[in-house]
């Protein structure tokens, strides 16, 4: 044992520099992508009308005094300038303050995020709670009445914007029901119904993929080699098909996290959840742009970072990927 | 003696050996799904319900027009999806409503498909430095969750149903773009393909005659479930009051009134979103059915 220790750590040791290796190169690939990223939305949010000197300038301004104003605080200054400016102010925590209620931008976002993420998290609890147990049972019964009430779930949850999903949970739940408040966030059962809401449209999804994904495993060779040798009916399906089947699912699961991220603009709309999804929409209909462009390259940044830990910690789950990266 | 003998065995044989063409074939697969037929058959009664609904009535009449002594009537035979805050008819609202989630969810996907699937196919066709490039710039604009996009154009532009197809159509650029490359790219590796430059086509030829028709099947299958996919996004950002400016009926809009209801007037947010439901998976079924006629080793 001990003859053959000395070349299973060198082995080792290699395979683990290689994922250290890999991992901080997939982090430097991600700069470019935030900084093209960040670049288009301050582009797009750069064209809307109005800017800030309309809003600090005293009523009596005349136009030659704004104009002189703005080029004090370097509004005219060429695009490219401007946005290396804000970057700059990013990368100090800086990123100006709201016309409505001055306050700081950075601070307000990284107050609201973490309701935002506990939502995403436990929609995908819920999502996974509903879609995985539906998509096994569609797979192993297909073509029963199991597997077509399954699909009319999983074609419903795609086909029903889920704010309205929101409200109709609302009017049962808490307005007939009075069972769950149906606004704020406020003790553990204020976020029952917009986990439910962001996880059904995500259970459709994840329950689609299952069922496919399992419907390719079953027909493998060892399943067939686990019945023969006597394995239970639920070992094989949860050990040895639905392992198997599940980096699919896991993919679909990372890939809704950033989708989760921007759609919780809707539930939080119809929910009040004070979270980012709120802060973007409010901060739209008071044309607060510096609150706007924050929001929006934040949570852009942050939604392509989480789609990167997602995509490395495929790499650590699956040696079939990690042997295709790590060359 | 020869098989054939007369005309009408000619005829027969042409009959029975006669070569299908890929649209027939398709069409024979996609009759047999009942959920496909299903899918039509709903879509052909909303957009006719839609069509009469432009008959009978007068947008300045019954669309628009506020009438305060009929506001907030439950639902009745008069008024089958009862009326709003300012007294006008749901159900009228919501039949003349479908023309903008219909117009939205197809000039999107005509948006979307026409700049997406050209770069895919040029991406997925020449290789190299430009498919390197089209696709990190398809990476960066598939990395900004699609709401936010829309939001931030609706947020650039202003308000109204020009920009809201716009939003709607950027939005769903990289997903045709990575599926016009895919589809390309298993395309280009034919032998027929190898055969027409062997026989001195030029690569826009080569391009025209045999690979757009060869990879259009999965393409077509997409414009199906972006145009689903454009209607909910479209009445969301109405919802959040970015779409469709008011007083038109959106059906998005409709629901975001219907919000301030909810306690006591819940049939407001009851019917809109129903409406926008039954629209999105009639659509679902037949994309569902599509993808399922195209290419039958994927259907499960």
Known sequence: ?327 | MPIIQNETDKKAVIKRYKRRSMWAEVWRNFKKSKGAMTGIIILIVVLSACTIGEFIYDYHEDIVKQSFDQRLLRPSWKHPFGTDQYGRDIFARILYGGRYSFSVGVVAVIISFSIGTTLGIVAGYYGGVIENIIMRITDVFASIPSVLLAIAITAAFGQSLLVLMFAVGVVGVPAFCRVARASVMTVVGQEYVEAAHAAGAKNWQVLIRHIVPNSMAPIIVQCTLRVAQAIITASGLSFLGLGVPTPSPEWGGMLSDGRAYIRDYSYMTMFPGLAIMITVLAINLIGDGLRDAMDPKLKR
Not at chain 1, 38 to 62: R, T
Not at chain 1, 78 to 106: C, E, H, T, W
Not at chain 1, 203 to 229: F, G, I, N, P
Not at chain 1, 279 to 307: E, H, K, Q, W, Y
Request: with cysteine; net charge positive.
């Open chain 1, 1 to 327: 044992m001990i003859r053959y220790y000395k070349s299973i750590m060198i082995i080792l040791n290699r395979e683990r520099d290689l994922m250290i290796r890999y991992t901080i190169r997939r982090l430097l690939m991600l700069i470019p992508i935030l900084i093209a990223v960040s670049l288009v939305v301050y582009f797009i949010v750069d064209l809307a009308p109005g800017d800030v000197v309309d809003v600090i300038a005293p009523d009596d301004a005349s136009p030659e005094d704004k104009e002189l104003l703005r080029e004090m605080m370097g509004l005219n200054d060429p695009f490219i300038i401007r946005y290396a400016r804000y970057m700059q102010g990013l990368m100090r925590g800086d990123l100006g303050k709201s016309y409505v209620n001055n306050r700081d931008v950075f601070e307000v976002y990284f107050s609201r995020l973490p309701n935002t993420l506990l939502l995403a998290l436990a929609g995908a609890f819920v999502a996974v709670l509903i879609a995985v147990p539906l998509g096994v049972v569609s797979a192993m019964h297909r073509g029963s009445w199991k597997d077509a009430i399954s699909m009319i779930f999983g074609l419903l949850g795609l086909s029903m914007p889920n704010f309205w999903l929101g409200l109709l949970l609302i009017i049962f739940f808490s307005l007939k029901l009075g069972l769950f408040p149906s606004y704020g966030s406020e003790g553990w059962s204020s976020i029952v119904l917009p986990a439910i809401t962001v996880g059904t449209a995500q259970a459709a999804l994840v329950m689609r993929t299952t069922r496919s994904s399992m419907l390719e495993v079953v027909r493998q060779d060892y399943l067939r080699t686990a019945r023969a040798k006597g394995v239970p009916e639920r070992t094989v399906i949860y050990k040895h098909a639905l392992r198997n089947a599940l980096i699919p699912i896991v993919t679909v699961m990372g890939t809704q996290l950033g989708v989760a991220l921007g759609g919780a603009v809707f539930t939080e709309t119809v929910f009040a959840w004070p979270g980012v999804g709120r802060l973007v929409v409010d901060a739209i209909n008071s044309r607060d742009i510096p609150m706007v462009t924050g929001c929006l390259i934040l949570t852009t940044m942050l939604a392509s970072f989480l789609i990167l830990l997602v995509d490395i910690a495929y790499a650590f789950i699956d040696p079939r990927i990690k042997a295709r990266y790590t060359k």
